[in-house]
């Protein structure tokens, strides 16, 4: 069975644009059974269109790029390409290779900005960038420990039904220490603890599912994950990541740095 493209697999996109909200019909059942997938990462407010064009979704954040030079760059460009070979790539959204990156800790996004959920201090601000701007000072006046490297081994890839994902683990405790180090320190500068803090899996994503998948989808998703984990060997298991800073970001795209944390 051929692979319905974008538009065929979504809700109505005439509907989503127009911000409704559509309930778990029985129409909508019937449609699912029939193979229309139900929207994921794309739609309105989203970070993707539903054509998987990126969207601007603003915010800030803490990254290490992906060093251009190292296996596990190599590795993750091939398992991109992989991906866009596989039966089931239009159901996904690839991040462009200079984007490559991995979280050290989530700032705030247009969305913590709309919602109302800032610090104190923040609360007045009314939009990301006036909120870009106070971190930055405040990470200026700041006296964060200094960071090391940071060499991170691959995990495996995170559940293919959610996103496209390398999960990474710390390759050493010295890494460890520094990750938790700089977490903790920035949670108690900034103000900020997402629930999921200490719980918190590190990561390189490669892209983004823009459907929730159906049960035919398994089995090609299964295959997918062996195939590109097969490329995460010898070198490319680890990687010394370059050193974290305070980005800024209008899409996915791209992350530009502001501000470097201080190094070791």
């Not at 005439?14 to 909508?28: D, N, S």
Request: with cysteine.
């Amino acid at each position: 069975m051929s692979t319905p493209n974008r538009r065929g697999v979504l809700f109505s996109a005439a509907g989503a644009a127009a911000g409704l909200a559509i309930a778990p019909t029985p129409a909508f059942a019937a449609s699912q059974s029939a193979g229309r997938r139900e929207p994921l990462a794309a739609g309105p407010g989203k970070k993707w269109d539903l054509d998987g064009n990126a969207q601007r979704f603003r915010g800030n954040t803490f990254v290490c790029p992906v060093p251009q030079d190292s296996a596990f760059f190599h590795a993750e460009t091939e398992a991109i390409e992989t991906m866009k070979r596989s039966s089931i790539a239009d159901q996904y959204v690839c991040l462009p290779r200079q984007s490559m990156h991995m979280t050290v800790f989530d700032a705030t996004t247009q969305d913590t900005v709309t919602n109302k959920q800032l610090p104190a201090w923040l609360a007045d601000c009314t939009d990301v960038s006036e909120v870009s701007q106070r971190i930055l000072a405040r990470l200026q006046e700041s006296t964060l420990t200094p960071v090391g490297p940071i060499t991170m081994k691959v995990k495996g890839f995170g559940p293919f039904d959610a996103s496209f994902t390398m999960q990474l683990t710390p390759a050493d405790d010295a890494t460890f220490n520094t990750l938790w180090t700089i977490r903790r320190e920035l949670s108690a500068l900034l103000e900020i603890r997402a629930a999921d803090f200490e719980t918190y899996q590190f990561h390189s994503t490669l892209g983004y599912r823009l459907v929730k998948p159906l049960p035919s989808d398994v089995p090609p998703m299964e295959r997918l994950a062996a195939k590109c984990s097969a490329l995460f060997t010898g070198d490319a298991a680890t990687v010394t990541m370059e050193h974290p800073a305070f980005n800024l970001f209008d899409d996915m795209l791209a992350f530009p740095q502001l501000w470097q944390l201080p190094k070791a």
